[in-house]
Structure formats: structure tokens, C-alpha cells
């Protein structure tokens, strides 16, 4: 692909890019035409774009899918005053609190994930909370104590966060524990978003939130081309690219929050047997056919590290991948090889 004759490029915040090329004929009718919409939300930025040729339906679904999100964000963000996931952290320890379907569907995927991994993907890593600082509200560039790292690491165990279906609770067991849907929570909401989407009759679309992407149909005559950003080069850079038809997308990375401190760099997946930030991946990127799977597995599989990520993923049906190992090593799955298109090897640096 030459990145000059690139028309169009959206770039996500953390890792994704898609390229329009110009030599993408247009679509067969004249009265199609691509509608894009953002939204901030979950500390992401939300763009909705379709082909369509009534716009004023595409503007209403848009605006379902901002309000659909919102609502859930209100369910599961640690940030949102009397959140079904803070009143969950609050009674650690204590009691079982009522949850929503949704909710309980979460913490299922999370589980899932964090036993595919072992453990390494999960959500009760924040216990963590407030040692490590790297969100833009407070991030101050400080290793935290080690010996505050260890006192916490007791507290974290997906196994202790018990879900009953039956009664439409979840409970953490222990005072100290705390959940956090950031591995998940956006890709839930993906995949809603893809649901109402579609149920407003729209085929062609593309969902991008965060790190986060589902391309329905698609753009022109021929699918969404994805590129994956090239994790130590400028934040435009692709180093490969997919085409890509009703399937999602997910990277992590450790190149957006983050600092380098006497040479090393620290960034925000941290692993939960350690309490340190993962140091064996640069980036890496699932493909699937569920949002909320990709998202949980691009973090878990990133702190895994390159072989035993690779080998997970070989393992598990219906799902592809892309690593870039901390020594800059690229490696693609077996679904993937001959269908990921090479634009240059990644950047190596620190």
C-alpha cells in the first residue's frame, strides 16, 4: 500500500488507523455516501461513520449509539457516582450487591479471558489503583514504592470475584479488593453499538472507540482497510495493514500512557502477578468476530508475552493476531499470513 495515496486516515487514540486508499472506487450508487459522527466518551473519543444514503437515519441511529454508551458507561465506569461497578468495590469484603444483565454479561467475558490467560488479564487488578498513576488527570512520572506494590498484590484474583446469576449478584470477596472494566468495557460497548447499528438497517458502517474497532459490510466496493500504528513511529504511522469485513479489531499497546524513566519505559498494562508494567510486547492487535473478546484478549495476550500470546491465540477458534515483541520481533498468526499487507518493519526504540 503507498501511505501517499492514502485519501483518508482516522486515527485512533490507542493504536488504530484506517486507510482509504485513493484507487477504492467509489460506491455503485451516486447517492451513497459516508456519514461520520464523534462522541467522547469512556475517556475515549466514540466515531460512528456509514455509507448510506439517508443521512437523517443515519444521524438518529448515531445519536442511539452515544446515548447507549453513556448509559452504559453509567453502569461501569469507576468514575460515575453511584455506578453498579462502584457500589460493587465499595461493599468488597462486606456483602453481594444487584447488578444489571449487563454487568454480569461483562464480568463473564472478563472471566473467560482471565482463564484462557491464567490469570494474567484481570479486572480486580485495580487494587492497584493510585500507585501507579498514568491517566492525563494524574499521571506524575513516579515509580511507586515497591513494598505498597507487594502489600497489594493479595488483593488481586479474578477467582474472588464471585458472580450469581441466579439472585443478579457479584461479590468481592475480600476488603481491599477492587474491579475495573477498562480492559472490557469498550468493547461491550462496540459490540452494542454494532447491534443497534444494525437493527437500523445499516450494512455498511465502521465503529471506532478507543482501541477498539467493527467494520460491518463494506467501504466502496471492497472491505475496510485497517492499519495497525507502527508502536515506536510517529502516531500516523501503520507498519501493516488488513482488509477487513464484520470483524472487530482491538490493540494495546504501551505507547500511549506511559514514561521512560532512566531508559525504561512504563506504561499503563500492568501485570497482576507482578504489579509492574508488562515489559515483553510492544503492541499487540486481535481480530475477531466480538468487540468485548478482542479487547480483553489483546491486554491479556500482551501480558503474556509474544510466545505464549501467540500460542493462545493459535488456540482459540474464530480468533487472529498481530505482536510486536519488545525486541521488535513481528509475529502473525497462521489465519493472518498472506493476508496481512507489509508497509515497513516497525520502528525500533526504546
Same mark, same amino acid.
Given at each position: 500500500?503507498?501511505?501517499?495515496?492514502?485519501?483518508? $486516515?482516522?486515527?485512533?487514540?490507542?493504536?488504530?488507523?484506517?486507510?482509504?486508499?485513493?484507487?477504492?472506487?467509489?460506491?455503485?450508487?451516486?447517492?451513497?455516501?459516508?456519514?461520520?459522527?464523534?462522541?467522547?466518551?469512556?475517556?475515549?473519543?466514540?466515531?460512528?461513520?456509514?455509507?448510506?444514503?439517508?443521512?437523517?437515519?443515519?444521524?438518529?441511529?448515531?445519536?442511539?449509539?452515544? %446515548?447507549?454508551?453513556?448509559?452504559?458507561?453509567?453502569?461501569?465506569?469507576?468514575?460515575?457516582?453511584?455506578?453498579?461497578?462502584?457500589?460493587?468495590?465499595?461493599?468488597?469484603?462486606?456483602?453481594?450487591?444487584?447488578?444489571?444483565?449487563?454487568?454480569?454479561?461483562?464480568?463473564?467475558?472478563?472471566? %473467560?479471558?482471565?482463564?484462557?490467560?491464567?490469570? +494474567?488479564?484481570?479486572?480486580?487488578?485495580?487494587?492497584?489503583?493510585?500507585?501507579?498513576?498514568?491517566?492525563?488527570?494524574? %499521571?506524575?512520572?513516579?515509580?511507586?514504592?515497591?513494598?505498597?506494590?507487594? $502489600? $497489594?498484590?493479595?488483593?488481586?484474583?479474578?477467582?474472588?470475584?464471585?458472580?450469581?446469576?441466579?439472585?443478579?449478584? @457479584?461479590?468481592?470477596?475480600?476488603?481491599?479488593?477492587?474491579?475495573?472494566?477498562?480492559?472490557?468495557? +469498550?468493547?461491550?460497548?462496540?459490540?452494542?453499538?454494532?447491534?443497534?447499528? $444494525? !437493527?437500523?438497517?445499516?450494512?455498511?458502517?465502521?465503529?471506532?472507540?478507543?482501541?477498539?474497532?467493527?467494520?460491518?459490510?463494506?467501504?466502496?466496493?471492497?472491505?475496510?482497510?485497517?492499519?495497525?500504528?507502527?508502536?515506536?513511529?510517529?502516531?500516523?504511522?501503520?507498519?501493516?495493514? #488488513?482488509?477487513?469485513?464484520?470483524?472487530?479489531?482491538?490493540?494495546?499497546?504501551?505507547?500511549?500512557?506511559?514514561?521512560? +524513566?532512566?531508559? !525504561?519505559?512504563?506504561?499503563?498494562?500492568?501485570?497482576?502477578?507482578?504489579?509492574?508494567? @508488562?515489559?515483553?510486547?510492544?503492541?499487540?492487535?486481535?481480530?475477531?468476530?466480538?468487540?468485548?473478546?478482542?479487547?480483553?484478549?489483546?491486554?491479556?495476550?500482551?501480558?503474556?508475552?509474544?510466545?505464549?500470546?501467540?500460542?493462545?491465540?493459535?488456540? #482459540?477458534?474464530?480468533?487472529?493476531?498481530?505482536?510486536?515483541?519488545?525486541?521488535?520481533?513481528?509475529?502473525?498468526?497462521?489465519?493472518? +499470513?498472506?493476508?496481512?499487507?507489509?508497509?515497513?518493519?516497525?520502528?525500533? @526504540?526504546?
Amino acid at each position: 500500500m503507498n501511505m501517499s495515496t492514502s485519501l483518508v $486516515r482516522l486515527f485512533a487514540a490507542a493504536g488504530l488507523l484506517l486507510t482509504i486508499s485513493c484507487t477504492q472506487t467509489v460506491p455503485a450508487s451516486s447517492r451513497d455516501r459516508l456519514v461520520s459522527r464523534s462522541n467522547a466518551a469512556m475517556g475515549s473519543e466514540l466515531e460512528l461513520t456509514a455509507r448510506t444514503t439517508d443521512e437523517p437515519a443515519a444521524e438518529s441511529a448515531f445519536e442511539a449509539v452515544f %446515548q447507549e454508551v453513556d448509559r452504559l458507561e453509567g453502569l461501569m465506569s469507576t468514575w460515575r457516582e453511584g455506578s453498579e461497578i462502584q457500589r460493587l468495590n465499595a461493599a468488597a469484603g462486606l456483602h453481594p450487591v444487584p447488578v444489571g444483565t449487563e454487568l454480569r454479561d461483562v464480568l463473564g467475558m472478563a472471566r %473467560q479471558v482471565s482463564e484462557w490467560t491464567g490469570g +494474567k488479564f484481570d479486572v480486580t487488578f485495580a487494587a492497584l489503583s493510585g500507585l501507579w498513576k498514568f491517566d492525563y488527570q494524574d %499521571q506524575d512520572n513516579t515509580i511507586p514504592d515497591r513494598n505498597d506494590v507487594l $502489600r $497489594r498484590l493479595p488483593f488481586i484474583n479474578y477467582r474472588d470475584l464471585e458472580v450469581d446469576e441466579r439472585v443478579g449478584t @457479584a461479590f468481592l470477596r475480600r476488603q481491599g479488593m477492587r474491579a475495573n472494566l477498562g480492559g472490557v468495557g +469498550k468493547g461491550y460497548a462496540v459490540d452494542r453499538a454494532s447491534d443497534i447499528l $444494525r !437493527r437500523r438497517g445499516f450494512h455498511d458502517f465502521m465503529i471506532q472507540f478507543g482501541g477498539d474497532m467493527y467494520v460491518a459490510g463494506h467501504r466502496g466496493d471492497r472491505p475496510w482497510r485497517l492499519g495497525i500504528r507502527d508502536p515506536r513511529g510517529p502516531a500516523d504511522r501503520s507498519f501493516a495493514a #488488513l482488509d477487513l469485513s464484520d470483524s472487530t479489531f482491538s490493540t494495546s499497546g504501551d505507547y500511549e500512557r506511559f514514561f521512560i +524513566k532512566n531508559g !525504561r519505559r512504563y506504561h499503563h498494562i500492568l501485570d497482576p502477578d507482578t504489579g509492574e508494567p @508488562a515489559g515483553r510486547c510492544r503492541s499487540v492487535t486481535i481480530v475477531t468476530d466480538r468487540a468485548v473478546m478482542a479487547d480483553g484478549l489483546s491486554t491479556g495476550v500482551f501480558i503474556l508475552g509474544p510466545e505464549a500470546g501467540m500460542a493462545l491465540i493459535e488456540r #482459540l477458534p474464530g480468533v487472529e493476531g498481530v505482536i510486536v515483541s519488545s525486541k521488535n520481533e513481528v509475529l502473525v498468526s497462521s489465519g493472518l +499470513k498472506g493476508r496481512l499487507i507489509a508497509i515497513a518493519p516497525p520502528t525500533d @526504540a526504546p
